[in-house]
């Protein structure tokens, strides 16, 4: 008997399907809300808002809650930081950097390398893109839960435009006394504590008094 021959077929002209790759699709967890821990009084003359905010809320988005408070545009208002003894003016964005702050920067950019650069570095190396100046928040201020607290909330100035265009000056009017509150109603809190008696008169005093009469 003669040996079987295996013939091995090959492929001719016949493709295989093409495996589809299944992409995966990552879905983005949507970031949590802020911790609201930040308290603070919008104040101007006689008007008082209590806001509850955090301290990585931008200048620009507490005027935007303040105007929709107030039914104003949020260029018609101006804010204010008290933290200081100053009042300073809360802008939404940063500050361009000066050319000697810029110039700083380098230097101590240079001395973490270890060495200075030289002027061929420089040229080889490419300017980079001027960066758009980065939203300010009210943290960026001072205001914090740690002096900013539902205890003791911070004070930030409101301040309106006028009809001829310009910002009318800071006014704050301080608070009124409290008015005192009657027993009657003070019987009825939680930590009344009652007056204490009066004293007791003197019984020979009231004697001698009767005597000379």
Avoid: W
């Avoid at 295989?16 to 299944?22: D, M, R």
């Avoid at 914090?144 to 000056?169: C, M, Q, W």
Wanted: aromatic share 6%.
């Amino acid at each position: 008997m003669g040996k079987s021959k295996s013939k091995s077929k090959g492929k001719k002209g016949k493709k295989g399907k093409k495996s589809k790759k299944t992409k995966k699709v990552v879905v983005e967890e949507p970031l949590p809300p802020p911790v609201l821990n930040t308290f603070v009084y919008i104040r101007r003359k006689n008007l008082t808002l209590c806001l509850e905010t955090y301290d990585l809320q931008t200048v620009k988005e507490l005027k935007i809650q303040v105007a929709t408070i107030l039914r104003q545009f949020p260029e018609d208002i101006t804010l204010f930081a008290m933290l200081g003894k100053k009042e300073e003016e809360m802008i939404e964005k940063e500050k361009p950097k000066s050319e000697e702050d810029k110039k700083k920067e380098e230097k101590e950019k240079s001395r973490s390398r270890g060495k200075k650069d030289s002027k061929n570095d420089r040229k080889a190396r490419a300017p980079s893109p001027p960066k758009p100046p980065a939203d300010m928040t009210i943290g960026q201020y001072g205001y914090n839960p740690v002096n900013a607290s539902v205890f003791k909330p911070a004070t930030i100035g409101l301040t309106y435009r006028g009809d001829d265009g310009e910002f009318e000056k800071l006014e704050i009017d301080p608070y009124g006394e409290f008015p005192v509150i009657p027993e009657a109603i003070k019987m009825h809190l939680r930590n009344y504590v009652p007056p204490p008696p009066p004293p007791p008169k003197n019984r020979q005093a009231n004697n001698k008094s009767q005597k000379k009469k």
